[in-house]
């Protein structure tokens, strides 16, 4: 269902519980059920080399991890065949970036002593605004950032040369996959878009390192998490900044402005491998955030699962919620009160100029009136509340009320000022 707003179009999904498919959605689950796919790291790996003419992986750790992935997946039994197609796709995709990382990085040793310059980082509960806060500071041409189409295709091939029909190949293959996107979910641009210039998080750098909770969003994994939230992650957080000195040697500057939800549970290996960062930590209404993760995981389940289920979200994103939310609490103080600013979603929505004062005051970085009028021409470009948004309802799709879930979240609400959002 549809309804009008001043700003843009309301979209309420009512038929989350039993979803009505579409042609182009019944079309492409019949086609994906044709193919299968090998997930084994041999596969895998065989395949990306076949890609890319490349084998040396670099150091073959990752291997442990990549076949604990393959096993979660196979174990998932409500994948479905577009979920099989497209995780497999993504697989394959990593291992053979990291070849050409690798690849890269051996013709050009000098790209190792590369210096990563005081970055600004985001992190944040995922659906707490960190998206819109990294668009606005990416839109400050002095810093470097990682607009979707680059990384997903990190190291240009010779493929990728620029033609007077195509002046950008990778951004024409990330703006294929943004379409194909779109229309088999048309409504998930209106909670996360993926199209090929909005700025992606570096989680795709550290997923060349097959770590990181990325599995987390495209099936249900609890081994993978447990595996994960249990190793400790310097190793990947390592990959990541080689992946930031890689694109640095392609394209500076070397000043650069990153994010990702998930370094709200590793401050402490954070803070190791960028130790002269600002970090900028979103809080949120913890049932703010989880009610989006929770309608998102469920408007996805018709085209990426066989059963469209609340339990599967309920029963998984609410518990990890909670385990990033204290991690954060109990690590946030190893970060230098002087290199840190926390943001508030209520006192974001009300006054951002302030809080972009402080960061680039922390940063170091003068913010003239010139860079402000980008950022405000950034956020006129791409407000949510123009683009159109989705109406989520706890009690209807989940049987849940916000009490319900905020009740386990005191602990959050001791240390942080946040305001309670949903009522």
């Not at 010139?370 to 956020?379: G, I, K, R």
Request: net charge negative; hydrophobic share 40%.
């Amino acid at each position: 269902m549809v309804r009008s707003a001043t700003k843009g179009q309301i979209f309420e999904i009512d038929d989350m519980l039993a979803p009505i498919l579409t042609e182009q959605q019944s079309a492409a689950l019949e086609g994906a059920a044709m193919a299968s796919f090998d997930f084994s790291s041999d596969a895998i790996l065989a395949a990306a080399a076949g890609q890319t003419g490349l084998s040396d992986f670099g150091a073959m750790d990752f291997v442990e991890r990549l076949d604990l992935w393959c096993e979660c997946v196979r174990e998932d039994k409500f994948l479905s065949p577009v979920s099989h197609a497209a995780l497999w796709t993504m697989f394959v995709r990593y291992a053979a970036d990291r070849l050409r990382v690798e690849d890269i990085c051996k013709r050009h040793p000098e790209i190792l002593a590369i210096e990563i310059d005081r970055p600004i980082i985001v992190a944040g509960p995922p659906r707490s605004g960190t998206t819109h806060l990294l668009g606005l500071l990416s839109a400050d041409t002095r810093l470097r950032s990682l607009p979707w189409w680059e990384a997903t295709a990190p190291v240009p091939t010779e493929a990728d040369t620029p033609t007077a029909d195509d002046p950008n190949p990778r951004w024409t293959r990330a703006q294929a996959g943004w379409e194909q996107q779109d229309a088999l979910m048309p409504l998930f641009k209106y909670m996360h878009e993926f199209s090929p210039d909005h700025i992606s998080e570096d989680i795709e750098l550290q997923a060349l390192d097959f770590s990181s909770y990325l599995l987390e969003w495209m099936a249900l994994v609890p081994k993978w998490r447990d595996y994960y939230l249990s190793h400790d992650q310097s190793g990947t957080y390592a990959y990541l900044k080689k992946g930031l000195q890689v694109l640095t040697f392609l394209k500076g500057p070397n000043r650069w402005v990153i994010k990702c939800p998930q370094h709200m549970e590793q401050l402490p290996v954070l803070r190791k491998s960028f130790p002269d960062a600002t970090y900028v930590i979103t809080h949120r209404d913890p049932v703010g955030s989880i009610r989006s993760t929770l309608s998102m995981w469920l408007y996805a389940s018709r085209i990426l699962r066989t059963k469209s289920n609340p339990e599967e979200p309920k029963g998984y994103w609410i518990e990890r919620y909670k385990t990033m939310l204290e991690r954060c609490v109990r690590d946030h103080d190893c970060l230098p009160a002087e290199q840190t600013v926390d943001v508030y979603f209520h006192q974001w929505i009300k006054d951002p100029d302030s809080i972009l004062h402080e960061i680039y005051a922390k940063a170091g970085l003068p913010l003239d009136s010139d860079v402000l009028a980008t950022m405000h021409q950034y956020h006129a470009d791409n407000d949510p509340g123009v683009k159109g948004r989705v109406m989520f309802n706890l009690e209807r799709d989940f049987g849940l009320t916000a009490d319900d879930i905020r009740k386990d979240f005191e602990f959050y609400f001791d240390r942080f000022p946040v305001e309670k959002e949903v009522k």
